[in-house]
């Protein structure tokens, strides 16, 4: 994505590229020097080119973060009138068939969701049992479920079926080179969860959920969500997202997730 | 046939036109639409551009086979 600052950038590095090759090539006919007028015009050509095809923006991440925003916009209205302030946990729907029965939700829209509890500190709680009624606490539709649908369509199978090393192998290569969302990213399962994202394309959009505090600190947002849904699907048990944290200067995201020991109903 | 401005031969301004036009056909058609990197492309304005300047390459080779032709 690219912010304003380095948009300026790079306008003010082709202008100087314009500028030079103008001068190189009065300089030519001010001499009549061919390899000089070569090298100015070539100078030239090339400023040119570059000034017409940089864009002023990137439409395609506009357009994803016009559409993520209601969604987001949604959650944090919830959780704000709700006065919810507990960190999310993403429950698998395939590992917890009771949610099934109390929301009739459909295993193929929505196989992952986030549970926010009423109860104060229920998350530190090491065996935390889901709960199949509405009450305690809130269940919602993660912002990041329609990016991981797509991630497990291009995986060719369901998350729950992928195995820990198959998650940190493949993933990083689908969000690298096929969905270009991100420079690089790590992933570590030990006890916890540790995904480093070095550029990602969705920082702006991320960086916009900061607007909606509540979302942000106890969901998280778009890929910090789908890689959530991802994860509890993958290792078979409730994720947290313990923290987060971004460093401006390299660009760098590192989340941390929790894994929850849940008591299967 | 040399011009005033830039002073450059006719020959040369084929070439460089030639040269350029291979150049960005093959930009065009590798680079991505969208990416993680700071300089981003318009992909569409790239072949645009790389079309302009194919199609001045051809009008120039044209204007040269008939130079030859006429004898001039």
Redesign the interface.
């Given at each position: 994505m690219?912010d304003q600052k380095?948009s300026i950038g790079?306008k003010v590095a082709i202008l100087s590229v314009i500028i030079l090759g103008i001068v190189i090539?009065a300089y030519?006919?001010y001499f009549?020097?061919?390899f000089f007028?070569?090298i100015?015009?070539?100078i030239l050509?090339w400023g040119v080119?570059l000034l017409?095809?940089?864009?002023t923006n990137?439409s395609?991440?506009e357009l994803l973060n016009t559409m993520v925003a209601p969604s987001i916009a949604n959650i944090e209205r919830i959780l704000t009138e709700y006065n919810i302030n507990q960190q999310g946990i993403y429950l698998s729907t395939e590992n917890h068939n009771g949610l099934f029965n109390a929301f009739q939700i459909s295993q193929n829209t929505e196989s992952v969701l986030v549970f926010i509890p009423e109860i104060p500190n229920s998350m530190q709680q090491n065996n935390y049992r889901p709960k199949t009624d509405v009450n305690g606490g809130l269940y919602l539709t993660p912002p990041g479920q329609a990016l991981f649908k797509v991630l497990e369509q291009r995986f060719g199978k369901s998350f729950s079926k992928v195995s820990q090393q198959q998650f940190t192998h493949k993933l990083p290569i689908l969000l690298?080179k096929e969905f270009?969302?991100?420079?690089n990213i790590e992933i570590e399962i030990k006890e916890n969860i540790t995904v480093t994202i070095t550029?990602?394309?969705l920082d702006q959009s991320c960086q916009e959920t900061n607007n909606q505090p509540k979302t942000n600190k106890q969901i998280g947002c778009l890929l910090t969500s789908a890689i959530a849904c991802a994860a509890t699907k993958v290792v078979g048990k409730p994720i947290i997202i313990q923290s987060e944290t971004y460093d401006p200067l390299s660009r760098t995201t590192k989340i941390q997730y929790g894994i929850l020991e849940s008591i299967k109903d | 046939m040399q011009l005033i401005f830039p002073p450059l031969d006719f020959n040369e301004v084929v070439i460089f036109l030639a040269i350029a036009a291979i150049m960005l056909l093959i930009t065009a058609e590798l680079s991505p639409s969208y990416g993680s990197g700071y300089a981003t492309i318009d992909k569409k304005k790239l072949q645009n551009a790389a079309t302009a300047a194919g199609t001045l390459f051809l009008v120039s080779m044209a204007i040269k086979i008939a130079t030859i032709m006429l004898g001039m």
């Amino acid at each position: 994505m690219i912010d304003q600052k380095t948009s300026i950038g790079v306008k003010v590095a082709i202008l100087s590229v314009i500028i030079l090759g103008i001068v190189i090539l009065a300089y030519s006919t001010y001499f009549i020097s061919s390899f000089f007028a070569m090298i100015g015009f070539s100078i030239l050509f090339w400023g040119v080119i570059l000034l017409y095809v940089t864009p002023t923006n990137n439409s395609f991440i506009e357009l994803l973060n016009t559409m993520v925003a209601p969604s987001i916009a949604n959650i944090e209205r919830i959780l704000t009138e709700y006065n919810i302030n507990q960190q999310g946990i993403y429950l698998s729907t395939e590992n917890h068939n009771g949610l099934f029965n109390a929301f009739q939700i459909s295993q193929n829209t929505e196989s992952v969701l986030v549970f926010i509890p009423e109860i104060p500190n229920s998350m530190q709680q090491n065996n935390y049992r889901p709960k199949t009624d509405v009450n305690g606490g809130l269940y919602l539709t993660p912002p990041g479920q329609a990016l991981f649908k797509v991630l497990e369509q291009r995986f060719g199978k369901s998350f729950s079926k992928v195995s820990q090393q198959q998650f940190t192998h493949k993933l990083p290569i689908l969000l690298t080179k096929e969905f270009k969302l991100v420079e690089n990213i790590e992933i570590e399962i030990k006890e916890n969860i540790t995904v480093t994202i070095t550029k990602s394309i969705l920082d702006q959009s991320c960086q916009e959920t900061n607007n909606q505090p509540k979302t942000n600190k106890q969901i998280g947002c778009l890929l910090t969500s789908a890689i959530a849904c991802a994860a509890t699907k993958v290792v078979g048990k409730p994720i947290i997202i313990q923290s987060e944290t971004y460093d401006p200067l390299s660009r760098t995201t590192k989340i941390q997730y929790g894994i929850l020991e849940s008591i299967k109903d | 046939m040399q011009l005033i401005f830039p002073p450059l031969d006719f020959n040369e301004v084929v070439i460089f036109l030639a040269i350029a036009a291979i150049m960005l056909l093959i930009t065009a058609e590798l680079s991505p639409s969208y990416g993680s990197g700071y300089a981003t492309i318009d992909k569409k304005k790239l072949q645009n551009a790389a079309t302009a300047a194919g199609t001045l390459f051809l009008v120039s080779m044209a204007i040269k086979i008939a130079t030859i032709m006429l004898g001039m």
